[in-house]
């Protein structure tokens, strides 16, 4: 049985909550975002408490997708129109990035 989330992984699912449709943040992007943290800590929290949120906004800071997820991570960036650069399989950073406001 998983524990209950804690502050800090309640703070980084509100922040991915936030993150709009057709936009992404790179895991060190949302570490950034909350002023604590690193990647892998929120990578950790995203895999253990991601299920319940737009997971897929959530990627490596080259544009691929969550490990593991990718297919269904394209199709929810191609239903969402998010860009994608010209190899369909990665997310175009320079167009994508949210800049959490």
Same mark, same amino acid.
Not at 74 to 90: F, H, I, N, S
């Given at each position: 049985?998983?524990?209950?989330?804690? /502050?800090? =992984? !309640?703070?980084?699912?509100?922040?991915?909550? &936030?993150?709009?449709?057709?936009?992404?943040?790179? %895991? #060190? /992007?949302? =570490? !950034?975002?909350?002023?604590?943290?690193?990647? &892998?800590?929120?990578?950790?929290?995203?895999?253990? %408490? #991601?299920?319940?949120?737009?997971?897929?906004?959530?990627?490596?800071?080259?544009?691929?997708?969550?490990?593991?997820?990718?297919?269904?991570?394209?199709?929810?960036?191609?239903?969402?129109?998010?860009?994608?650069?010209?190899?369909?399989?990665?997310?175009?950073?320079?167009?994508?990035?949210?800049?959490?406001?």
């Amino acid at each position: 049985m998983r524990a209950d989330p804690d /502050d800090y =992984a !309640e703070a980084v699912l509100d922040a991915v909550e &936030r993150i709009p449709p057709g936009r992404v943040l790179a %895991y #060190g /992007d949302v =570490a !950034e975002l909350l002023g604590v943290g690193g990647p &892998r800590q929120v990578g950790r929290v995203m895999s253990l %408490y #991601g299920g319940g949120v737009p997971w897929w906004r959530v990627i490596r800071a080259d544009g691929s997708p969550p490990s593991g997820h990718e297919v269904r991570a394209l199709e929810e960036y191609r239903a969402e129109g998010t860009p994608l650069r010209a190899d369909g399989r990665r997310v175009d950073m320079s167009r994508a990035r949210w800049d959490g406001r």
